[in-house]
């Protein structure tokens, strides 16, 4: 008989409507990712990304008043964006502008807060479906957009965008998608399906011509090898797609001449690359480092800035996570957030040392939370990872989900049924 107890929470029935709201709402975020005006990042009026980002909030705060799960790390999370929220208007003064970035980060929180205390409802097979459901329209339009030469023009260059704001952006989304479709090929059942989803977020991913996503995506690739278990043939598959995706990407022209153009920078001068450009501005950022070095100038303060006709930097992002992170949170803030990266990696890390011992078969889940999160972490190096809701939301979902698993239901998959 069906332990009682398992329903407790979060209803059966309720399953698939919260799944179904999740992927519903998540497929207008990306499909509409491009809509934004281009200075949103610098305007405090209410669009629907922000929109969107309030419902998460609503019904993250309704599940967490009800089920009370995650409530210590949640409360935390929420203190410390307060805080440099509160930084960041003593800096620049209260307006919706100045909060917009503290209401963003804290929509990808809630998100995390919906799926840990909807246990049992949105699984980690549900949070991959959902990730390669949003992403297959962007996916095609990416591909088709390549093939027509109908992208976002990028300094002379065509790059496709799909439905997203920026090819960058994504990039990085393919990329999480691709490692995640791969997975599901490769622990699953290697349905032809998965294969087909991997080859098409890779050739979208490629259609960028991001140099970012493409290490974000062989990072992913890379580790998602090492973590298999097994023989080296075992762990060859996810390094051989690597290999050829690079191949592919250099062997193209304008892949090609990113290379050369990147591997040519000049540390001293700036030569029109994207890498000399990021150097140049975190160079300009240094002053405003070192003007509150120890709890910075609050959250969002490198991204409100209005832009300048004939400044190519002003009011653009800093293209590198830490850097933002330092500029806005100053030395505290940093510590706190890459403590925190490291108790969620050192909690995945428990999670698969536990189900590596007792694994009698079933997908290797904590795997591929670490995957995410060590291609988040490659990306955010060189681009504003952490400012595209999409690709956070897309992180969250599935890592959150991972964590969610409950002990029970996790021994259930591990150990071998005494049921008659």
């Known amino acids: 008989m069906q332990d009682k107890r398992s329903l407790i929470g979060t209803p059966r029935g309720l399953h698939l409507p919260l799944v179904a709201l999740l992927g519903a709402t998540l497929l207008v975020r990306v499909l509409t990712d491009n809509r934004s005006a281009p200075d949103s990042h610098h305007s405090g009026s209410l669009n629907l990304s922000g929109a969107i980002a309030l419902?998460?909030?609503?019904?993250?705060?309704?599940?967490?008043?009800?089920?009370?799960?995650?409530?210590?790390?949640?409360?935390l999370a929420a203190l410390w964006l307060c805080v440099w929220t509160a930084v960041a208007v003593d800096t620049s003064g209260a307006s919706a502008e100045t909060v917009r970035e503290g209401v963003r980060e804290a929509s990808v929180i809630a998100l995390a807060v919906i799926v840990y205390n909807a246990r049992g409802a949105v699984?980690?097979?549900?949070?991959?479906?959902?990730?390669?459901?949003?992403?297959?329209?962007?996916?095609?339009?990416?591909?088709?957009?390549?093939?027509?030469?109908?992208?976002?023009?990028?300094?002379?260059?065509?790059?496709?965008?799909?439905?997203?704001?920026?090819?960058?952006?994504?990039?990085m989304f393919f990329a999480i998608a691709s490692a995640t479709s791969l997975w599901l090929y490769l622990d699953s059942g290697r349905r032809r399906l998965d294969a087909a989803l991997t080859t098409l977020f890779a050739a979208a991913m490629l259609t960028t011509f991001s140099i970012d996503g493409l290490a974000a995506l062989v990072a992913m690739l890379v580790a998602l090898g090492a973590l298999r278990p097994g023989s080296l043939q075992a762990k060859g598959g996810p390094w051989l797609l690597a290999g050829l995706v690079v191949i592919a990407f250099v062997a193209t022209p304008l892949g090609g001449h990113r290379i050369a153009r990147a591997s040519a920078t000049n540390l001293a001068e700036a030569n029109g690359s994207s890498l000399s450009w990021r150097l140049h501005k975190w160079k300009l950022l240094l002053p405003d480092w070192e003007s509150s070095p120890v709890i910075g100038r609050g959250l969002g303060t490198t991204i409100t800035e209005a832009g300048a006709p004939g400044n190519q930097y002003a009011g653009e992002p800093p293209h590198n996570e830490y850097v933002?992170?330092?500029?806005?949170?100053?030395?505290?803030?940093?510590?706190?957030?890459?403590?925190?990266?490291?108790?969620?990696?050192?909690?995945?890390?428990r999670l698969k040392s536990t189900s590596d011992t007792h694994r009698t078969g079933p997908p290797a889940e904590p795997a591929l939370a670490l995957v995410i999160v060590f291609g988040c972490l490659v990306n955010a190096l060189a681009d504003n990872t952490f400012l595209d809701s999409p690709t956070c939301y897309a992180a969250a979902l599935i890592v959150i989900a991972v964590l969610s698993v409950p002990s029970a239901e996790r021994r259930s998959h591990q150990e071998p049924s005494l049921s008659v």
Request: without cysteine; proline residues 3%; aromatic residues 6%.
């Open 324 to 349: 933002r992170s330092l500029v806005e949170t100053g030395i505290v803030g940093l510590a706190i957030l890459l403590g925190a990266i490291a108790v969620l990696i050192g909690r995945i890390v």
């Open 123 to 171: 699984t980690v097979s549900a949070a991959t479906r959902l990730v390669q459901f949003v992403g297959f329209v962007p996916a095609v339009l990416a591909v088709y957009q390549i093939a027509t030469d109908t992208g976002m023009d990028i300094s002379g260059n065509i790059r496709s965008n799909g439905t997203f704001a920026h090819p960058n952006s994504a990039a």
């Open 55 to 75: 419902l998460f909030i609503l019904i993250a705060a309704g599940l967490l008043l009800q089920r009370r799960r995650g409530i210590r790390p949640t409360a």
